[in-house]
């Protein structure tokens, strides 16, 4: 939606442009090559926000320039890394060239179409709401955000996305290291039970599915306080939506 409207000039845009009073004393060059897309793709070539480094980073002083000045563990564009740091360098870049709030423009822009109520969640020490995670949607708003992307953008008769950001969400960039699966724009992409699906998962097992050919969407939420509940809980999701949703679908 920032790119229809003109806030970004694409995908190709360079995050060191956009954040350029964000970036360390001494920045490692590469840090100029490093775009919306490697982002968005969590492909910056940037260490780890996530994981073990998770706790230091949500405790710095400021998480911008934190994730930033974080040493190159691979080049820019070349391989998947899981890190939360990535998208809030979105939610900065997205404030800083949009002059509104993420919050703001999520409750403009999702909320109002959708008819959704977009509550405030996490804010860093500057004030920027939190790009990778805590935001707090009921099943029902995750539901209509699945069900516009399964309509191509549109929800009731209104366009709310780019049909062309939906194509491109789910065209795979990249592939994830630890299940196999592939990665579009902040999208899972597999197969389940014979059919592509799209899927995207939040923390302890919060779940929207789309079921493209099977004309399914469908929302999960789970216990957050069990981040991994047991090694094999995703695939349990993936079972129910398998052996139980996907055979209701077919017979509707």
Known sequence: IAIARGVFSGTGQKIAALLPDALPDRPDPRLQAITLDHLLTMRAGLERTSGPNYGGWVQSANWVRNALARPFVAEPGARFLYSTGSFHLLSAALTRASGRSTLELARDWLG?????AVPPWT?????????GNNMALTPGAMLRFGETYRRGGMFNGARVLPEAWVRDS??????LPFSGDLYGYGWFLTEIAGQPVRYARG???????????????VAITSDPTLPARSAGYVGDLHGFLADHLMPLARDS
């Open 112 to 116: 109002v179409p959708l008819d959704i």
């Open 123 to 131: 804010q860093d020490p500057q004030g920027i709401y939190m790009g």
């Open 170 to 175: 789910w065209t795979p960039q990249t592939r």
């Open 203 to 217: 923390y302890g097992g919060q779940m929207i599915y789309v079921v493209p050919q099977l004309r399914l969407s």
